[in-house]
Each structure stands twice: as C-alpha cells, then as structure tokens.
C-alpha cells in the first residue's frame, strides 16, 4: 500500500511534542491513526536523546501487557534517565483498565506521551472521565481531497477527479483495490465493523435493524437539517415502531464514534445557538455509496458535506448560519476569524446563482462572504462576495 506523508497531522505532533499533556489521537476506524504515529516515532528517531516506548497491542508481541499493571511496569523498565522518553500506546483500548497505567504514567511527570485507540472505547465523551490530568485531543479524519489526489497524482485539472473522490471517498485502505465492487465491500467491512462490533457491544444495543435503517436514513439525508423526532415520526409513518428517545441516542452514539458530525445552527442576527433541528454530516461519502448506491443523487448536498469535513480538518468550528428566514450553509469559527459560506454544484444559471448570493447579501457585519461552487474557474468577486471554485479551494 502506498504511503503519503499527513504533514498537517504531523506539523501538530511536533508543535505539541514535549508538552505536558497526554496527547490522544482519536478517529473514525481505519483514518490512518496507526500510521500516523508511526510516521511520527520515524521522524523523532532520528534524535538521539530521544528513547521511544512503543507498545502496540495489535501486534502479538506485546499480547502479555494487556493489563493496566503490565503495562506500567513495562513502561517504567523502559525509561532512560537522561534522555527524554517518549510512549506511545497504540490501540490503548485492548488494555484492561489502561486509563489506570497512563494516568500513573502521566503523573510521574517523565514522559510525553501518545495513544490511539478504536473510537468505540475512546469517545471524545469520555476522555475528561478517564483521563484525570491534562489532555489534547487530535483528531484524525480520512484522506482528504488534496490527500486523495497525491496519493493517486492527480491535479485540480484530472478529468472527473472530484466526483471521483465523492464515490470513492477517503479511506485509503479501499485505494488497495482496483475494481469498485472491492473497494465498496472494504468500506462496507469497515462500516459493519463500526455499527456491528463497536457500537452494538459498548452500548448493549438491542434494535441492530433499527439502528441500520437510520444509519442508512441518515446517510440519504446528508446536509439535510434534521432531529430526532423527525426522523421518529418518518420511521412510524413506515411503520417502525420506535421514539425519539431512542433515535436520539442512537445519533449521539453514531456521533460519537466519528460516523457523523452534529452541526448545530446559529442565529447570526441573535448571536445565539438554537436548540432545534440539526445537519449531520457523514465522515466519509464513500460510505454512502458503497452502502446505498446512487440513489437519491444530489452532488449540491455532497459537496456541502465535503466542505463540512474540509473546515473541520482545517481547525474551524462549524455551524448552520440562520438570519430572518435565510439560511447560510456555514458560519465558520476559528479564534478571531469567522467566515459565511455557501456552497453550490452549479451557479451557471442566474437564478441560482442569485439564490446563494442572496443570504450573504442580508448579512450585514464585515467578517468575509464566500460562495464555494463548482465553477471551474479562477476566483472573483462579485459584491464584496468571493466565489471559489471548489476544487481549486480544497487543494489549497
């Protein structure tokens, strides 16, 4: 399989290394977090005061430290005085009780240390409960566009290439494989892997078939504002006998293990987050069409959630702008910088073109307008407004 260098994800490691927290690389199954750190332990090797404490419990041979005790001896027999010692614990998960050992581990004021582990047993949610010093989360998602297209050498002007990339997505295990069918079945396995062994087995989930059918609702419904009464009253029209409650759950669940992404909406002129529906972008399309096919295609509502993904590998908080009865796709949040963002398939006809240009034209403060669409073409400016070509904007 070939290998690309993630320089973004490792330009962080290395800004981070050497501080005090514990560093936590979370993310969808099969993103790339083993690989990650491993590129990362081949980087810092090179340094000679480094000594580097790498267990990773996938691999049989460090099937003997599969408890928190185990795991802490080993480590401590490790150490190098002198020298700055790095752990890295990759699948953490596998270890009973490891939070015991790295939170030891971590107290001891010795180490800089670095875990991965599946995303069913190290939550976002759950990391302030297990971890009770200090933590940075780093999240990792799958190959991005740009990613996508070094891997294979393709440029912006490759023929196809973006709604290549919409139905292939971005796990690059399924790149492995030449012929579709393969990479379809590859993403299915990881899917089931996810739904079937991961979310089923931590949360005891009775209702798999249940469970299915709103993955797949959910997935049909990409950049759609949503809730779960909603989609509660769509299941009982067909005759699924179930609640809110439990659809409520279910989507925090799929959520918090990277198959989905809440975005919440915003009340731009309120300056306020409001309570009721919701957009839930999907962690990778491939998913999609590898489950669902081409039915329902709407390449506007794909390319929304490429955009969705693309802020939120680039640092930004992202969220449903609403002002009056507008609504803006993105109101994109990072430190000081806010950006409004519309995204379109196609503005070559005027009256679309004045449909997406109209929310940002209502808002009235001075924080940057952009209109992401499927131009093919150079940017320009129209009213204050930049229009971006969407390929050209996602190879940047």
């Known amino acids: 399989m070939k290998i690309i260098e993630r320089k973004n994800y490792l330009n962080r490691l290395i800004r981070l290394k050497d501080t005090p927290d514990i560093k ?49 001896n080993f480590c401590e027999g490790q150490y190098i005085d002198g020298k700055t010692n790095v752990i890295v614990v990759d699948e953490v998960q596998m270890c009973e009780k490891f ?115 709103l993955t797949d609702y959910m997935m049909d419904n990409i950049s759609n504002l949503t809730s779960a009464s909603k989609i509660s009253n769509v299941f009982k029209q067909n005759k699924v006998e179930t609640n809110h409650i439990t659809i409520g759950n279910y989507m925090k669940y799929l959520c918090s293990a990277f198959m989905f992404y809440k975005v919440k909406r915003y009340d731009i002129r309120g300056k306020k987050y409001l309570e009721t529906s919701d957009k839930y972008y999907l962690s990778d399309l491939g998913f999609r069409y590898a489950m669902l096919g081409t039915r329902n295609m709407d390449y506007g509502r794909a390319y929304e959630n490429i955009v969705a993904l693309e802020l939120l590998r680039r640092g930004y908080e992202i969220y449903v702008g609403k002002l009056y009865q507008k609504e803006i796709d993105f109101v994109a949040m990072k430190q000081n910088e806010k950006l409004y963002i519309q995204v379109s398939d196609n503005i070559s006809d005027s009256d679309t073109l004045e449909r997406e240009l109209s929310p940002l034209r209502a808002i009235k403060d001075a924080y940057p307008k952009i209109l992401i669409a499927n131009t093919k073409h150079d940017d320009y400016d129209i009213e204050g407004i930049k229009v971006l070509d969407l390929t050209n904007w996602l190879m940047r």
């Not at 000594?51 to 996938?58: G, K, L, R, T």
Request: overall charge negative; hydrophobic content about 35%; glycine content about 6%.
């Open 99 to 213: 939070e015991l050992a790295i939170n030891s581990l971590y107290n001891s004021r010795k180490y800089d240390i670095y875990i991965t582990g599946s995303n069913a047993f190290l939550l976002s949610s759950d990391l302030s409960t297990l971890f009770t010093g200090r933590f940075i989360e780093i999240p990792v998602y799958p190959f991005s566009f740009a990613e996508y297209c070094e891997y294979y050498g393709y440029d912006s002007n490759t023929a196809n290439v973006l709604d290549s990339y919409v139905m292939s997505g971005g796990l690059s295990g399924a790149y492995v494989y030449s012929e579709k069918e393969d990479q379809a079945s590859y993403i299915k396995d990881v899917y089931t892997t996810i739904i079937k062994r991961d979310l089923v087995n931590k949360y005891g989930i009775k209702e798999e078939a249940l469970l299915d059918s």
């Open 24 to 72: 936590i690389i979370t993310g969808l199954r099969r993103s790339g977090k083993s690989e990650l750190v491993r590129a990362y332990m081949e980087l810092i090797r090179t340094n000679e005061d480094t000594n580097i404490i790498y267990v990773d419990f996938a691999d049989l041979k460090f099937d003997d430290l599969k408890t928190y005790k185990e795991l802490y």
